[in-house]
């Protein structure tokens, strides 16, 4: 009797480690996949979009109003190399492998790929309103994704204030 229960709660162990092994792996990917776009987020996506916000606008200082906008053609060439990251990231985002996001997820890479493109032209024609309004539209892209595909809402505007 003892044997035989004991033999019976081995066999329970054993199917119950074998079906949790299977779902170890069917889950994989998906895991892979979110560490790997919040991996990108953080250390690709949001320095980029920071090299078009933290260049675009106004601060209020102790001193007052001062311009956040580049002084020097360099200033200006890296935010049109920021833009242009921008636009390999949100191509990079809508591969194939992506696809299972769904609809929304490739809108809102349409709609970053053109604000972006648009931040690119307004940084080399040095237009000010055009980078500062390009600035909102690639924030309201990240929105876009964020309120549809992040875990936690507050999360939805990123750092865009910072
Ligand atoms: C196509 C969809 C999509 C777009 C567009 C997008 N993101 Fe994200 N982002 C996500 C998803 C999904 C997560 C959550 C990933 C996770 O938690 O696994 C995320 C997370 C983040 C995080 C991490 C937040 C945290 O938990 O600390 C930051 C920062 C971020 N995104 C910045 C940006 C910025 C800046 C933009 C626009 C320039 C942007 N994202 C555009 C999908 C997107």
Do not use: N
């Not at 560490?35 to 980029?48: G, R, V, W």
């Not at 200033?75 to 990251?85: F, I, K, N, T």
Request: overall charge negative; charged content about 25%; aromatic content about 6%.
């Amino acid at each position: 009797m003892r044997a035989s229960g004991l033999f019976f709660s081995c066999v329970v162990a054993a199917s119950l480690l074998l079906v949790s092994c299977g779902q170890e792996t069917e889950e994989d990917p998906a895991t892979s996949a979110d560490a790997e776009i919040l991996s990108i987020m953080i250390e690709e996506m949001d320095p980029a979009a920071d090299g078009i916000w933290q260049s675009a606008g106004w601060i209020i200082t102790e001193e007052g109003e001062q311009e956040l906008w580049p002084t020097t053609d360099e200033g200006w060439q890296a935010v049109a190399d920021s833009a242009e990251r921008l636009k390999t990231l949100s191509a990079d985002l809508d591969a194939p492998v992506y696809s299972a996001m769904g609809k929304p997820w490739s809108l809102s890479l349409v709609r970053l790929t053109e604000a972006s493109e648009a931040a690119r032209v307004a940084a080399e024609a040095r237009d000010k309103q055009g980078l500062f309004d390009a600035g909102g539209d690639i924030y309201r892209a990240c929105l876009m994704c964020h309120l549809r595909y992040a875990r936690e809402a507050e999360m939805a505007g990123s750092d865009a204030g910072e």
